[in-house]
């Protein structure tokens, strides 16, 4: 597993809840979750509506902010 940072340093493992923009627009920040860390990204799941389910996205470590 690789090691990643989040914009501020702060190491990124699977289950640390994170911040990220949404459609590439930081008017529409989301809080997720890190599902997988992977080789040069993570993915994300995060939920809009709970009827809908989780969906996943894939950030780049150093575009996403730990909380």
Avoid at 13 to 29: H, P, Q, T, Y
Avoid at 55 to 65: G, K, L, M, N
Wanted: aromatic share 6%; net charge positive.
């Amino acid at each position: 597993m690789a090691d990643h940072n989040d914009v501020r340093g702060v190491a990124l493992e699977k289950g640390a809840n994170v911040v990220f923009c949404l459609a590439g627009s930081c008017k529409r920040m989301r809080v997720g979750t890190v599902t997988r860390v992977l080789p040069k990204t993570v993915e994300i799941g995060y939920q809009l509506d709970p009827r809908r389910g989780t969906e996943y996205v894939f950030r780049s470590p150093e575009d996403v902010a730990r909380v």
